[in-house]
T-cell receptor, first 116, second 112 residues
Framework: EPEVTQTPSHQVTQMGQEVILRCVPI?????FYWYRQILGQKVEFLVS????????KSEIFDDQFSVERPDGSNFTLKIRSTKLEDSAMYFC??????????????FGDGTRLSIL | GESVGLHLPTLSVQEGDNSIINCAYS??????FIWYKQESGKGPQFIID?????DKRQGQRVTVLLNKTVKHLSLQIAATQPGDSAVYFC???????????FGKGTMLLVSP
């Protein structure tokens, strides 16, 4: 069964450093998402991406965050200058469609980001 | 603000029992709901979904019920197995938007 894959599984970074989290969505999916989950808390939406542009973003997704689809398969999340509070699990997800043709979002197993 | 919440943080059942996990939502404009299962160290795994024009949907051993009058969603798992032990999240999506809003999660513990 096709799945969303994320790399690395664990990333340790010094505060203030840039980090890039990588995702390969399911190949026929058109919509891509990033979520995060701080330890012991619920999953929170960060950003959605369609047709090479951001379609929605949350308050968490400030100027320090950016997303990119550099080629036909990868989808990346960049944090420019990491803060301690960025420590969390970051999940990538993808779906075939949204709106009236709702299809479920399928998630990867996440990247654990630890900021020191 | 709008939110999705769960009534019970932990549910303990015996193997073979039927389990019911509940979820209350407050956004009456939500048109799509999903139940996810999350095992330790893994991402949310899709279980079953339901659109707002339905009140019941069945999958393999799972049934989702939607009561829009009281804004309540439930997940029923038949013949619960130890492998069903995980945290279960409900998630809702507002009409016309792509964002999923997750509830806090319920831990299901299944004893052999």
């Amino acid at each position: 069964e096709p799945e969303v894959t994320q790399t690395p599984s664990h990333q340790v970074t010094q505060m203030g450093q840039e980090v890039i989290l990588r995702c390969v969505p399911i190949s026929n999916h058109l919509y891509f998402y990033w979520y995060r989950q701080i330890l012991g808390q619920k999953v929170e939406f960060l950003v959605s991406f369609y047709n090479n542009e951001i379609s929605e973003k949350s308050e968490i997704f400030d100027d320090q965050f950016s997303v990119e689809r550099p080629d036909g398969s990868n989808f990346t999340l960049k944090i420019r200058s990491t803060k301690l509070e960025d420590s969390a699990m970051y999940f990538c997800a993808s779906s075939e469609s949204v709106g009236t043709g709702n299809q479920p979002q399928h998630f990867g197993d996440g990247t654990r980001l630890s900021i020191l | 603000g709008e939110s999705v919440g769960l009534h019970l943080p932990t549910l303990s059942v015996q193997e073979g029992d039927n389990s019911i996990i509940n979820c209350a939502y407050s956004n009456s404009a939500s048109d799509y709901f999903i139940w996810y299962k999350q095992e330790s160290g893994k991402g949310p795994q899709f279980i079953i979904d339901i659109r707002s024009n339905m009140d019941k949907r069945q999958g393999q051993r799972v049934t989702v019920l939607l009561n829009k009058t009281v804004k309540h969603l439930s997940l029923q798992i038949a013949a619960t197995q130890p492998g069903d032990s995980a945290v279960y999240f409900c998630a809702e999506k507002g009409s016309g938007y792509s964002t999923l809003t997750f509830g806090k999660g319920t831990m299901l513990l299944v004893s052999p």
